[in-house]
């Protein structure tokens, strides 16, 4: 038989156990599509679809669109009681938080 993961973790040394375990939560707090973001805040689509004046079908779509607008990803972030922050990293440039996108009072350029 098998050894279980916690004897393959407790045999590693702790260095190594240490960085599997951060790169572990490091995916942990990864979450992976719309669903998963809704369910993590404990939302149901027909709670998402109240909050967001839309019907529950249109939620169900909204989840399995894989290309959305800005403006429906910021809402269905904020109907979930989240905020959306846009990062771009640029080589050489670092890290900048992009403002303004998605917004739908923002003014056009």
Not at 45 to 57: D, S, T, Y
Request: proline fraction near 4%.
């Amino acid at each position: 038989m098998g050894r279980t993961r916690s004897e393959i973790m407790a045999a590693l040394p702790p260095e190594r156990r240490r960085k599997i375990e951060a790169r572990a939560a490091e995916l942990i707090a990864e979450v992976e599509g719309l669903q998963a973001l809704r369910k993590l805040a404990e939302r149901s689509q027909v709670a998402m679809a109240k909050e967001l004046k839309i019907k529950q079908p249109s939620v169900h779509k909204i989840e399995r669109q894989t290309d959305l607008y800005l403006s429906t990803l910021r809402r269905y972030v904020e109907a979930a009681g989240g905020t959306l922050e846009l990062r771009v990293e640029l080589p050489g440039k670092g890290v900048m938080h992009l403002t303004g996108l998605g917004e739908l009072n923002a003014s056009a350029a």
